[in-house]
């Protein structure tokens, strides 16, 4: 979560960083209130500090990792960590509640919009600039929402030393979520289609308004059982998303490993807005510090993941007509498994991935796989925190999947439809290199002919369960899979007591593929075992059954996360407020309620 937990509510505007383009916008700070608001040039730069915490990308620096690709999204069913696994919050903390620091500074922004630029803009740009506020607003209430349900709504500028504002009851989440449905579609209509290059414009907010809809119809609909709510947010992302498809100005075009490892996406038609790194004004990232093949990485993708990607006639693994599809030897599954397994992993077995053995390379261009390849050693640029590839902060694939999703929850999803959103991007171009190691297209989604998948959960319809499958593929490592996992209310999927594909990682043939590890000298007795694709207990190594090592991989130190589900007073879905920020309101004389499902302390 970019909110960071305080012990006052709210009164702190957020300072700005920044570098070129979006990312060198310096704050509206040294000017007096009094006279700031004077042009659409200052409002401009008063925006520009909320871009780097919205559109966080890879972070910068070694900064921002809990928010940026890779490592900040290892919590989730697709990742794991060599030793004890990470485990939700099972207590009230002392302290911890939302900060409301980023919101106050948003509603200064469209309150001085109002009061002070009525006669200095144009009722155009005025509408735009009202419209980027309210968009802001929307965005920074939907994350609060999502980790709070309930919480204190204001869509205007409290004054500091009214008690009643500082110590607000908490606003019901429908009434919260109907205001960010208002600003969402206000905005829609009124920010600019084009503002000038990487700022935000109509269609990056109807992508963003897609992602934010989405989430919260699936809160409504599988959380609170709210099948009015639900529909009115599922329309609002079919629509919004509708608004970029109907665009023309996107499309799907560019391999898939190529949109996370280029020093520059512009004018790329996969992406919506991207975040651009450039070391001439000291702006890079470190990423491939953690994906270069040379640095060593205790966390990898589980057995569950790697079960998931679809063979390449479109069916699971366990049906699929595919040659070969229950080898999980990587060289093989390459072959066999829809082009983003080649595109996200290493091709071979590899120990820099102590948890797994499967390499992520998602992030690492293929050039310099090759260089490593061949005994070189890794680029400058891509050790440390020299990293300056940019990100695709929100793609147009994530646009159709949002859409597609939308509207088999509606239950308006036709095949033509399919073939517009996740057959167009099983479509997508592959990589010359992928190609010279036999990788295909997957075939295209059939809706009179949906896979027979034995390991569907039961309570999820074949189609959404196609989709989230897609999702899963499309978004490995990225922003998606926790918050996915939440808004389906699914978070038993990672729970390592029902589900030991968790704590085991890639294939791996020790005797053929790794035999190094066997010997006497590596000393790995008692440290590696592995899985039998029947499943089972792990066979340990013992120093005289190497000729058993085969399966997936797991180190005898891989340990499950505490249990979370049915546990009274804890509620995995939504964050406790702390007891401390508790009594502080009690002492005020006033009351803070706690999240639905955690304990109330006297």
């Not at 595919?322 to 290493?346: C, G, H, P, Q, W």
Request: proline letters at 5%; a neutral charge.
């Amino acid at each position: 979560m970019r909110q960071k937990y305080t012990f006052i509510l709210m009164l702190l505007i957020i300072a700005a960083t920044g570098c070129k383009k979006f990312l060198d916008r310096p704050p509206l700070t040294n000017q007096p209130d009094e006279t700031a608001w004077s042009s659409e040039d200052n409002v401009r730069l008063y925006a520009n500090k909320f871009y780097t915490g919205y559109f966080v990308g890879y972070g910068t620096q070694f900064s921002a990792e809990s928010s940026a690709a890779l490592l900040g999204f290892t919590f989730s069913d697709d990742v794991f960590i060599m030793g004890n696994q990470g485990n939700f919050a099972r207590a009230v903390p002392n302290s911890g509640i939302w900060g409301m620091g980023t919101l106050r500074s948003i509603n200064i922004m469209l309150d001085r919009v109002k009061t002070k630029m009525k006669g200095v803009l144009p009722e155009e740009a005025y509408n735009h600039w009202t419209g980027i506020g309210r968009f802001f607003r929307a965005m920074e209430y939907a994350e609060l929402v999502a980790a709070y349900g309930d919480v204190p709504y204001f869509d205007y500028v409290p004054v500091e030393t009214d008690l009643a504002d500082l110590y607000k009851p908490r606003t019901p989440r429908n009434q919260v979520m109907d205001a960010v449905y208002e600003d969402l579609k206000f905005a829609m209509s009124n920010v600019r289609a084009s503002d000038g290059d990487q700022q935000v414009n109509r269609y990056i907010v109807a992508a963003f308004a897609s992602r934010i809809a989405l989430a919260e119809g699936s809160w409504q609909k599988y959380y609170y059982n709210n099948a009015a709510q639900a529909g009115k947010f599922f329309q609002l992302a079919q629509d919004a998303a509708a608004i970029v498809m109907n665009s023309g100005k996107y499309d799907i075009v560019t391999d898939f490993r190529t949109l996370f490892t280029s020093n520059t996406l512009a004018g790329n038609k996969d992406v919506i807005m991207y975040r651009h790194y450039d070391p001439a004004v000291g702006v890079t990232h470190a990423v491939a510090t953690n994906n270069n093949l040379s640095e060593s990485v205790a966390f990898g993708p589980t057995t569950d993941l790697i079960k998931s990607f679809i063979c390449v006639d479109g069916k699971p693994y366990q049906s699929s007509g595919v040659a070969n599809a229950s080898d999980f030897t990587l060289s093989n599954m390459i072959k066999t498994r829809d082009a983003r397994l080649e595109a996200t992993f290493y091709d071979k077995p590899n120990v820099r991935n102590r948890a797994s053995y499967w390499y992520i390379n998602k992030f690492l261009p293929r050039s310099v796989v090759a260089t490593v390849d061949a005994g070189g050693s890794v680029p400058v640029e891509f050790t440390s925190n020299k990293n300056q590839t940019d990100y695709p902060v929100v793609r147009y694939a994530e646009v159709l999947l949002n859409w597609i999703e939308a509207k088999a929850e509606l239950g308006t999803a036709t095949q033509s439809d399919i073939d517009v959103s996740i057959n167009r991007i099983r479509n997508r171009p592959l990589a010359p290199e992928a190609i010279a190691k036999g990788v295909v297209k997957t075939a295209a989604l059939n809706l009179s002919n949906l896979p027979d998948d034995p390991a569907k959960d039961p309570s999820v319809p074949a189609l959404l369960w196609e989709i989230r499958r897609e999702r899963r593929m499309e978004f490995v490592f990225e922003y998606s899979r926790y918050q996915d996992l939440k808004r389906w209310k699914k978070l038993e999927y990672m729970d390592t007591n029902d589900r030991p594909d968790l704590l085991s990682g890639g294939w791996v043939n020790f005797p053929t593929e790794l035999p190094g590890d066997l010997t006497k000298e590596a000393n790995k007795i008692g440290q590696i075992s592995v899985v039998p694709l029947a499943g089972g207990s792990p066979v340990v190594f013992d120093g005289t059954n190497g000729a058993l090592m085969k399966g997936f991989y797991r180190g005898t130190n891989t340990n499950g996360r505490l249990p979370f589900l049915n546990q009274t007073g804890v509620n995995p879905y939504l964050a406790p407020v702390g007891k401390t920020q508790m009594d502080d309101y009690k002492s005020m004389g006033y009351t803070l309620s706690q999240t639905e499902g955690w304990p109330v302390y006297q």
